[in-house]
Nanobody, 124 residues
Framework: QVQLVESGGGLVQAGGSLRLSCAVS????????MGWYRQAPGKQRELVAT???????NYADSVKGRFAISRDNAKNTMYLQMNSLKPEDTAVYYC??????????????????WGQGTQVTVSS
């Protein structure tokens, strides 16, 4: 079983910064791509940023230049550094990991796991 746990959310004033973390735990797995998504009240979940196992990153246009995604493969942890926060960044932020399960019978690729979400609130 693979679990993702986010931390680092909170309340911050516009222009401030927050750093989110996503720790992946479990046994007999390897992590492929990872990403951060967010969902504001009344809106659909949207992609914020992704990072491959090799470190290639991709960002939503709305966060380019302000957010930075990174990962520490040795710690199975992903981060999202959020700077110059705006009220429109307010949302529940979820981490996602595409995982390969390393079973005795073989490897199962492409399993998708989500964290429970962490609230980010930016006041104006």
């Amino acid at each position: 079983q693979v679990q993702l746990v986010e931390s680092g959310g909170g309340l911050v004033q516009a222009g401030g910064s927050l750093r989110l973390s996503c720790a992946v735990s479990g046994s007999r797995f390897s992590i492929d791509a990872m990403g951060w998504y967010r969902q504001a009240p009344g809106k659909q979940r949207e992609l914020v940023a992704t990072i491959t196992s090799g470190g290639t990153t991709n960002y939503a246009d709305s966060v380019k230049g302000r957010f930075a995604i990174s990962r520490d493969n040795a710690k199975n942890t992903m981060y999202l550094q959020m700077n110059s926060l705006k009220p429109e960044d307010t949302a529940v932020y979820y981490c996602n990991a595409e995982v390969s399960l390393l079973l005795v019978a073989g490897t199962i690729r492409g399993r998708d796991y989500w964290g429970q979400g962490t609230q980010v609130t930016v006041s104006s």
